[in-house]
């Protein structure tokens, strides 16, 4: 390894840096992309898997039918379902539906397994809780949430039938 | 001018009898400097925040006041409601004096810096002698806090500091000595009425450069920040730190590099001189401060675009290059003058 001359005076002149500050000085004066969150948001996909909920069908009633394919489907186990021991063959309803949204990894399993779309991931994503037992969702909180969210839900899942 | 200032005097001797004046006298002027010197301090810290997100194409702080404008105000109040931790290992009087330390000698500099050539506190021959010698202080308060906070991550980070600090310190020093031996005078208000010509960043260019990269290593600046690396050492010797000693040592940093910004435009950018003798209209301090500004900028600008040197390649720059560079200036500027104007008298 020679003495690189041509090397050398560019680094004793500072080029690289130099050309380091122009980019930089150059971003300064783009526009920002910032999306002021709670103001602005970004679009969000009709698949987005957000927080859970259970829809009723056209008349009021719950779409769910206590197969139990979503809580088989679970791969983290956060459903469990308990059915109504009042069913008959024609109308099969729960007693239990719970979600336990600290054990939920959001994968959407449960949405595809759902046979007659029950069970949905909305578009909500601002949800928390401040003890435990605030993310443990009920049946009573699920179908709230359908109701809730009952616009945006069946605008996503029009938006997504073409695909399925 | 004068006039309100000889009735301020009369007033206050009056008031005060006239060895206490003296020295309410001299209170008052050191106020009236770092009151807004600290000022200044406070809101580097807001416009390196709005520069580099303007770099990084975002908008920076801009939730408290208008344009984020009361967002210093907030972590001051933040810093000061905070918790103060004292390490159980701690040597505790160390601990508490480090920080101080630090912060003291950035403000003592500030004694000496002309900001026309009557607004300066003291006006004293070896002003240039003087700050050298202060701003050396910084390094106590540093190997202090590491050694007192009995942490690793502490320790190492304080003798990297340090390191660092010595050596670009000498590389610093070297490139102030061609403007002394222009100007003949270690008196900065003289350093800077010699730019009249021209200033010294035009002969001196290299040195220039040499003295900005110093002080970006010397202040612990992006990117010479292996002090407080975070990957490795947290937050290097300041690691034990909480609340507003941690905030002091931030300070410090920040009114040292509002501190080295003032100096090099003193010394290398004509201070208070216009660059063109037409543009004189314009009053001195808003030149000194334009061009004191512009280095500040440059500080955050290079914080936005380089990544952090690695510690041997820090150590090569400062003494292999640096100093061999900004020595061998000296002998050309020496040897130069010596050609041009015979020995100088006295």
């Known amino acids: 390894m020679g003495l690189d001359l041509k090397n050398l005076l560019q680094s004793f002149a500072l080029k690289e840096l130099a050309q380091g500050m122009a980019v930089t000085l150059k971003h300064m004066f783009k526009p920002t992309i910032t999306v002021q969150y709670p103001e602005e948001r970004t679009p969000l996909s009709p698949r987005f898997r957000g927080e859970h ?63 007659v779309e029950a069970i949905v991931l909305g578009p909500n994503f601002e949800f928390f809780g401040s003890v435990r037992s605030d993310l443990y969702y009920d049946k009573k909180r699920l179908l709230a949430n359908g109701e809730r969210f009952q616009n945006a839900l069946n605008a996503c899942i029009a938006a997504d039938a073409k695909y399925r | 001018m004068a006039d309100f200032l000889k009735m301020v005097h009369e007033v206050g001797v009056g008031f005060f009898g006239p060895l206490l004046w003296s020295l309410v006298w001299v209170v008052i002027k050191v106020v009236l400097l770092l009151a ?14 709005k520069v580099i997100g303007a ?87 540093i190997i202090m806090a590491g050694w007192s906070s009995n942490s690793r991550y502490a320790f190492l980070g304080a003798m990297r500091s340090v390191a660092q600090m010595v050596s670009y310190e000498v590389s610093m020093g070297f490139t102030l000595i061609p403007v002394i031996l222009i100007t003949g005078s270690l008196n900065l208000v003289d350093v800077v009425e010699h730019q009249k010509t021209w200033w010294n960043v035009i002969p001196l260019a290299p040195m220039f450069f040499i003295y900005f990269i110093s002080v970006v290593a010397e202040t612990n600046r992006t990117p010479f920040d292996l002090p407080e690396a975070e990957p490795e050492l947290v937050a290097g010797f300041f690691t034990e730190y909480s609340a507003m000693s941690a905030g002091l040592f931030l300070m410090g940093e920040y009114a040292n590099i509002v501190l080295v910004s003032f100096l090099g435009a003193l010394v290398f950018l004509g201070g208070w001189l216009p660059p063109v003798s037409i543009l004189g209209f314009i009053p001195g301090l808003v030149w000194l401060g334009l061009k004191a500004g512009f280095l500040m900028f440059v500080f955050l600008w290079i914080r936005a675009t380089f990544p952090r040197y690695r510690y041997d390649q820090l150590m090569r720059l400062g003494w292999k290059v640096f100093l061999p560079l900004s020595l061998f200036w000296i002998f050309l500027t020496g040897l130069v003058l010596q050609l041009t104007q015979g020995v100088r008298g006295g």
């Open chain 1, 53 to 115: 909920a259970l829809r009723r069908d056209e008349n009021g009633a719950e779409r769910c039918v206590a197969c139990k394919l979503c809580e088989a489907v679970c791969p983290a186990q956060a459903i469990i379902i308990e059915i109504d021991p009042e069913s008959t063959a024609e109308k099969r309803l729960t007693r239990v539906y719970d979600i336990d949204e600290t054990k939920c990894i959001f994968c959407g399993f449960c949405q595809e397994a759902c046979p």
């Open chain 2, 36 to 49: 807004p010197v600290l000022f200044i301090v406070t809101y580097i810290t807001l416009a390196e925040r």
């Open chain 2, 55 to 141: 770099m990084q194409v975002r908008p920076g702080p801009n939730r408290v006041g208008f344009f984020g404008v009361l967002q210093p105000l907030a972590d001051a109040v933040k810093l000061i409601f905070k918790e103060t931790i004292l390490p159980i290992k701690a040597d505790k009087g160390l601990f508490i004096l480090a920080p101080l330390l630090t912060l003291v000698p950035a403000l003592l500099s500030w004694a000496v810096v002309p900001f026309s050539p009557e607004l300066v506190l003291a006006n004293i021959n070896i002003g240039v002698l003087y700050l050298l010698a202060i701003s050396s202080l910084g390094a106590y308060g």
